[in-house]
């Protein structure tokens, strides 16, 4: 499994500015941003074993920064 961090900046380097733009503007996005980067330390943590958890904790960790995920780039597109 690869710890390897799914910062945003590096899944969607092409809507740089405009993720800075809605942090700034977007409180709701802002909250988004803030619990995604949130989430996917807490799981870079978990595979990197600093903070080892259990495999349904773990999935569901991965399920909630798909959904972040899933929200922020409908956001982005919009």
């Given at each position: ?67 972040l995920k899933d929200e922020i780039y409908g956001m982005l597109m919009t």
């Amino acid at each position: 499994m690869s710890n390897t961090p799914h910062e945003l900046a590096d899944e969607f380097p092409e809507f740089a500015e405009k993720m800075h733009r809605l942090k700034v503007e977007d409180a709701h996005f802002a909250k988004l941003f803030d619990d995604y980067h949130e989430i996917n330390r807490a799981i870079h943590r978990a595979e990197a074993k600093i903070e080892p958890t259990d495999d349904l904790h773990m999935e569901d960790m991965r399920k909630r920064r798909m959904v972040l995920k899933d929200e922020i780039y409908g956001m982005l597109m919009t």
